[in-house]
């Protein structure tokens, strides 16, 4: 079961069946697969908003580190999705929480944004 709220979490068509399955087990909502990630990090991974929001809403650890140290506003600030990050960062999530190479969320989404202003 797990792998399967894992890769649901990665498509927002499938919210549906992710409410379904949450309504069956709600522990799920944070439930760590083989690498350390529960769902709300597949789906910052994949820029599933529709997800994310219903995850953050039942309750997901929004600050949840995964086997690197990754979270998920990490994961969603490395990805650029852009709505995702906003979702976390208005949840509450770490903007300051380092992952496993002593990067930052904030860091990195300055870095981003510098980066778009001031190509090479």
């Given amino acids: ?11 927002d068509q499938q919210l549906p069946l992710l409410k379904e399955l949450l309504r069956e087990n709600p522990k799920l909502v944070n439930d760590i697969d083989v690498d350390g ?8 991974s994949s820029g ?14 929004i600050n949840q580190p995964d086997s690197s140290r990754w979270t998920p ?5 490395s990805a650029g999705h852009t709505e ?3 979702a976390l960062v208005g949840a509450g999530a770490d903007v300051n929480k ?13 870095k981003a944004r510098f980066s778009a202003i001031a190509p090479d």
């Fill in 84 to 86: 995702i990050v906003e």
């Fill in 48 to 61: 599933s908003i529709n997800i994310a929001e219903h995850l953050i809403d039942n309750g997901a650890e």
């Fill in 37 to 44: 990630r529960a769902p709300l990090h597949w789906a910052a």
């Fill in 98 to 110: 380092k992952n496993d190479k002593d990067i930052t969320p904030l860091y990195d989404f300055s």
């Fill in 73 to 77: 506003l990490h994961i969603a600030v």
């Fill in 1 to 11: 079961m797990a792998s399967t709220i894992h890769s649901i979490a990665q498509k």
